[in-house]
């Protein structure tokens, strides 16, 4: 078995032009069309049974509107091989509510996105939905580190990561792009180890720039195989989530790195679907 515990889908109408904004942004392509459609086809090239779907809202009134959406579909795209997280937004009001309506549904976490929200993870507002999630019984996943498209700050740095830590210990913390995308010294001096999940979405593999574009990605820095293995040992293969990033990684590529990768078949289980079961229930 195979899940992916990282890929972004938008409305079919919107899809097309959002990620190739988004493209425009990062200076990189996008491998689907972002619709959730070509994710499903593209699962199938790659072998993944499963995919997480992970919504960003980049403002408080997208909120309800868009849980809602998923909450309303969430049991049809189960059965299509996708489980879909919520969103809250930092400035939404009624967080417990939303916690709470989307723990009713099934749904089994929700996603932040600091870069996108334009707080760092240690502001009052995100540090209280985290509390509340945890309470709540919801997995939290993050953008960790810098995002390739936002670079004029570091929203969710190793340090903001271990304060959350420190004062809330959440029990189901994902921290994508392996701890912190473009930190993962400090994320081996640091947090390997920590009680969070790592998931391993736009950290292996090449970072394919926009031919569109006349300027290179703002990085084009990823891990090499051996410093993944040996931050995915130090931390625990226990504790690590099969992740793409799609559409901006190409799943069967992924696929094939983690396939060719020198894992023990313990560790290749884990990384690639055992983790992941434990953390969504479906082991």
């Not at 790659?46 to 909120?63: C, F, I, K, R």
């Not at 081996?188 to 009680?195: I, M, R, S």
């Not at 690590?240 to 313990?266: C, G, H, N």
Request: net charge negative.
């Amino acid at each position: 078995m195979i899940i992916d515990f990282h890929t972004h889908t938008f409305p079919s109408k919107i899809a097309k032009r959002v990620v190739d904004g988004l493209a425009e942004v990062s200076r990189t392509v996008h491998f689907t069309d972002g619709s959730m459609e070509d994710l499903l086809r593209s699962m199938k090239e790659a072998g993944v049974d499963y995919s997480v779907n992970l919504p960003v809202m980049t403002s408080p009134e997208q909120v309800e509107k868009i849980n809602s959406s998923l909450i309303g579909s969430n049991e049809e795209l189960r059965q299509k091989g996708v489980i879909t997280f919520g969103g809250l937004h930092p400035d939404y009001a009624d967080f417990r509510g939303e916690l709470q309506r989307l723990k009713s549904a099934g749904i089994p976490g929700i996603k932040l996105h600091p870069t996108y929200q334009h707080a760092d993870l240690t502001d009052p507002r995100f540090m209280r939905i985290i509390d509340a999630a945890n309470d709540t019984g919801l997995a939290v996943i993050i953008h960790a580190g810098w995002d390739i498209g936002i670079y004029d700050h570091d929203y969710a740095s190793v340090a903001h990561i271990l304060k959350v830590i420190d004062e809330i210990h959440p029990e189901k913390f994902i921290l994508a792009h392996f701890g912190g995308w473009l930190n993962w010294a400090g994320v081996e001096k640091y947090l390997a180890g920590a009680p969070v999940w790592l998931d391993t979405a736009f950290t292996v593999g090449d970072v394919t720039p926009n031919p569109e574009c006349t300027e290179p990605p703002f990085s084009m820095e990823t891990l090499s195989i051996e410093d993944f293995l040996r931050i995915s040992r130090k931390h625990g293969t226990d504790k690590v989530l099969f992740a793409t990033d799609s559409p901006w990684m190409d799943q069967s590529a992924y696929v094939r790195i983690f396939e060719k990768m020198p894992l023990t078949d313990t560790e290749r289980d884990q990384i690639m679907h055992k983790n992941a079961e434990k953390l969504l229930g479906l082991a």
